[in-house]
């Protein structure tokens, strides 16, 4: 697989608690896309970065990407409960055009 | 905001049956994509398609599957004879340029298989 995982599978905070959510993966990337699913429903896109990028931001949102360790992070800050949802991490790889989405990680935000 | 929309949002048919899922693409974008989502499990790249041809497709596109853009707006999955397995949410997908853009999902087709 070319998917690494996404951990933790499952994240439990409080509102207003920050929530950090990884993910791997295992060869060279064009970029990385972050999306959130509410339950059963479609994905919304929230970021995406690129192989020469190390950092973005949206409002409450940072990722990061370290192509070293083939590795990223996204972080939410003064989570809601709003964001309960799931977060997909998914690599467009080199010379590639499709997604390879990982398990996610299934936030609730208990207020 | 342009968005990428989907019909029908729920689809049961009977095991054998062919079905169309439907997909309006962000009008200016020149790549589109299907995936699907099992339930509880993580989603799964089946077919791109650029120029009006297959550019990309997964080991799950099988002979059963086909995509068509008959307009210039309109793209569409058929299923020829569904399958209890194909029981899943289909998501479509566009984006403006090959791998290197975002790709903006429609809410997606739940089809339920009987």
């Known amino acids: 697989s070319q998917q690494g995982e996404e951990d933790p599978q499952a994240l439990s905070i409080q509102e207003g608690e920050n929530a950090t959510m990884n993910c791997s993966y295992k060869t060279s990337i064009n970029n990385l896309q972050w999306y959130r699913q509410n339950s059963g429903r479609g994905l919304v896109h929230l970021i995406l970065i690129r192989s020469n990028e190390r950092e973005k931001h949206s409002g409450r949102l940072r990722v990061t990407l370290d192509t070293s360790k083939k590795s990223s992070s996204l972080l939410i800050t003064a989570s809601r409960a709003a964001d309960t949802a799931s977060y997909f991490c998914?690599?467009?790889?080199?010379?590639?055009?499709?997604?390879?989405f990982g398990q996610g990680t299934r936030l609730t935000i208990n207020p | 905001e342009p968005e990428v929309t989907q019909t029908p949002s729920h689809q049961v048919t009977q095991m054998g049956q062919e079905v169309i899922l439907r997909c309006v693409p962000i009008?200016?974008?020149?790549?589109f994509y299907w995936y699907r989502q099992i339930l509880g499990q993580k989603v799964e790249f089946l077919v791109s398609?650029?120029?009006?041809?297959?550019?990309?497709k997964s080991e799950i596109f099988d002979d059963q599957f086909s995509v068509e853009r008959p307009d210039g707006s309109n793209f569409t999955l058929k299923i020829r004879s569904t399958k209890l397995e194909d029981s899943a949410m289909y998501f479509c997908?566009?984006?403006?340029?090959?791998?290197?853009?975002?790709?903006?999902f429609g809410p997606g087709t739940r089809l339920l298989v009987l």
């Open positions: 998914a690599t467009v790889y080199q010379g590639a055009q499709k997604l390879v």
């Open positions: 009008s200016n974008h020149l790549y």
């Open positions: 997908a566009s984006c403006r340029d090959r791998g290197l853009e975002t790709q903006y």
């Open positions: 398609f650029y120029n009006n041809e297959i550019s990309e």
